[in-house]
């Protein structure tokens, strides 16, 4: 008898164990009243257009070999430690891509990392830096998606290591790196310096290349800003706080932004020369902001690989 119990006793506190994992795992989805601000009115499709321009959306999502950046369907390869992920279909395709999604959805997907069917989605997808967005920003870039080509067709699934297919484990590592919600201006810094801190922060997601990870894949904070090797091992995304920038005036560092062209007449390649001709597309007031933020960042050495 005392057996029965011993045994009846361990699979109870293994159930509620469980049930305890699957209860702290459970994605959480926007506020109520963020989904107000994203769904109860129309969302401007111009401004849209600056907001996609500003978070690269392209750079990750435009479908490989061809030539239109507005041909969304996705496929381009990302290689990191834990396997090989494939950028998903974001074009208005109903069937491969998220044509039947709402405002709503994209929020989710942006602000807490979550799919409509409610699934966590790997922090490959930048929603580390996305939680930081506006609602409004995210309504006006629903609206831009939805005026772009239709593309048919679905990328290949990802090819990682069968332990990171559970995709309940991606809550675990939120708890650690991911800090929902918005950006508050600091009241000591001007307009614009708080507009680059936005820019940068939350829609360009600089700090995601510009950084070092640790072992977990998330960002060092001692190397915030300042460079460190690539997550496929391959190359080194460059040191942008003042050990690197230091002699760049802002100027000089808006004109790089909009050109491509650096200070000592050299020009940015890699991934870096996309960023430029989306960032080229912004207001010269936001190209002036981002320079001002970066060039406030604190001076630190670029880390060892």
Request: net charge positive.
């Amino acid at each position: 008898m005392r057996g029965r119990l011993l045994l009846i006793s361990a699979i109870l506190a293994s159930c509620a164990a469980m049930a305890g994992v699957w209860w702290v795992s459970t994605p959480q989805r926007i506020t109520a009243a963020e989904a107000r601000v994203v769904s109860e009115t129309e969302g401007d499709p111009e401004r849209g257009r600056l907001v996609f321009a500003a978070g690269d959306c392209a750079s990750c999502h435009a479908s490989p070999g061809q030539s239109d950046r507005l041909r969304l369907g996705g496929g381009i390869a990302l290689a990191s430690p834990y396997g090989t992920f494939r950028a998903p279909n974001i074009s208005p395709d109903r069937t491969d891509g998220i044509g039947n999604w709402t405002a709503e959805d994209l929020a989710n997907a942006l602000l807490r990392g979550v799919s409509p069917d409610g699934s966590h989605y790997y922090p490959v997808f930048p929603y580390v830096s996305f939680t930081h967005m506006r609602p409004e920003d995210v309504r006006d870039l629903s609206a831009y998606l939805r005026t772009l080509p239709a593309v048919k067709g679905r990328p290949p699934e990802h090819e990682i290591n069968p332990i990171f297919r559970i995709r309940r484990f991606v809550a675990f590592w939120k708890m650690l790196y991911f800090k929902p919600g918005p950006i508050a201006p600091d009241p000591a810094r001007d307009e614009k310096w708080n507009r680059g801190r936005y820019l940068a922060e939350a829609l360009g997601h600089c700090a995601e290349c510009h950084s070092s990870r640790d072992m977990l894949g998330g960002i060092k904070p001692s190397t915030r800003y300042a460079g460190g090797q690539d997550p496929a091992g391959t190359g080194f995304y460059p040191n942008i706080t003042a050990m690197r920038l230091g002699d760049w005036s802002e100027a000089q560092l808006a004109a790089m932004l909009k050109t491509g062209i650096t200070p000592n007449h050299g020009r940015v390649g890699s991934s870096m020369s996309d960023v430029v001709a989306n960032l080229a597309v912004l207001p010269e007031s936001d190209r002036e902001a981002l320079a001002s933020f970066v060039k406030s960042l604190p001076s630190r050495p670029t880390p060892r690989p």
